[in-house]
């Protein structure tokens, strides 16, 4: 472990990240709900909620999002976005550390707001067992059936280091470019 490693709650996420700042990073995701299913964080791992970011980290993380969703969009050519923070267990967030998806959408995809259940997935690790009881409390409370779209997380497959890396190299490579070639 080294000092410039890059943490997603306790998941050592350097080969995912494709873009950084002085706060915040953006990573590929392990288990994208759809191509150009990206995620974007704060470096500290203390950072639960949105509430928790200072006031630096909170105008480098919206500088960030704002740059990546306009990068996902271009690259992508995506119709357009969900970006979404699920800020609680209560909310469906299932890492323990704040994390905003950017979920490339299109006029054909026929997912309409049940990409929303497509996000509710089992925690990683049950480490913090307050953060987890209070999910599960809150999953016993809705008793809701899941959408026909909606996939448990045990059935969406990981992807491998090297396919991640990849990407996250020619993200990082393309991300460059389009800050060079645009007016942010």
């Known amino acids: 472990m ?9 998941y050592l996420v350097n080969n995912q990240v ?20 990206v995620l974007v964080v704060p470096l500290r791992t203390t950072v639960l909620r ?3 970011l200072t006031p630096d980290e909170s105008i480098d993380y919206m500088i960030t999002l704002q740059l990546v969703q306009k990068f996902i969009t271009k690259t992508y050519k995506a119709d357009a976005l969900n970006i979404a923070i699920q800020d609680g267990p209560e909310a469906g967030q ?18 309409g707001d049940s990409i929303y259940n497509k996000l509710e997935s089992e925690d990683l690790d049950a480490e913090y067992n307050h953060f987890e009881a ?8 809705l008793k809701m059936e899941k959408s026909e779209l909606a996939q ?20 990082n ?11 942010i």
């Open 173 to 183: 490579n393309e991300i460059q470019k389009f800050i060079a070639h645009s007016e």
């Open 134 to 141: 209070r999910k599960q409390q809150y999953r016993n409370h």
């Open 18 to 37: 494709f873009y950084k700042t002085k706060f915040t990073y953006a990573l590929v995701n392990i288990k994208p709900l759809v191509p150009g299913h």
């Open 50 to 52: 949105f509430g928790d």
């Open 94 to 111: 299932s890492v323990p550390h704040l994390h905003t998806h950017i979920i490339p959408r299109y006029k054909t995809d026929g997912f």
């Open 152 to 171: 448990d997380d045990a059935d969406r497959k990981e992807r491998i280091v090297s396919t991640m890396k990849e990407e996250a190299t020619w993200l």
């Open 2 to 10: 080294t000092a410039n490693d890059i943490h997603f709650f306790k």
